[in-house]
Nanobody, 127 residues
Framework: QVQLVESGGGLAQAGGSLSVSCAAS????????MGWFRQASGKEREFVAG????????SYAASVKGRFTISRDNAKNTVHLQMTGLNSDDTAVYYC????????????????????WGQGTQVTVSS
């Protein structure tokens, strides 16, 4: 099974940019659909972005579309989330998630679709 470790979180100014990454080990990432979720204090975890096994298809939450970009490098077993135009609503713990697939090249947006999760990385946006 795959193990996921997020990195790159931290503090950003409103309107600024930040990138978070997810490094996978234990299994080739090319077998997994990947997603980014976030959980703000006192709120439920929510979908942010998803990408299929090949990287050819992506999906975004309406709140981040046009500001965030998800990408993957299967050769390096990594997934990235580039965030721009940050605002205070983006403050949250960001989690990467993986779902193993044998054939499908779908993108998944539901939390329950993912089996493997990282520990999360904090992103704080100051206004």
């Amino acid at each position: 099974q795959v193990q996921l470790v997020e990195s790159g979180g931290g503090l950003a100014q409103a309107g600024g940019s930040l990138s978070v990454s997810c490094a996978a080990s234990g299994d080739p990432l090319s077998s997994y659909a990947m997603g980014w979720f976030r959980q703000a204090s006192g709120k439920e975890r929510e979908f942010v972005a998803g990408i299929n096994r090949s990287g050819g298809s992506t999906s975004y939450a309406a709140s981040v579309k046009g500001r965030f970009t998800i990408s993957r490098d299967n050769a390096k077993n990594t997934v990235h989330l580039q965030m721009t135009g940050l605002n205070s609503d983006d403050t949250a713990v960001y989690y990467c998630a993986a779902r193993r697939l044998d054939v499908s090249y779908s993108v998944y947006v539901r939390e329950g679709s993912y089996r493997y999760w990282g520990q999360g990385t904090q992103v704080t946006v100051s206004s």
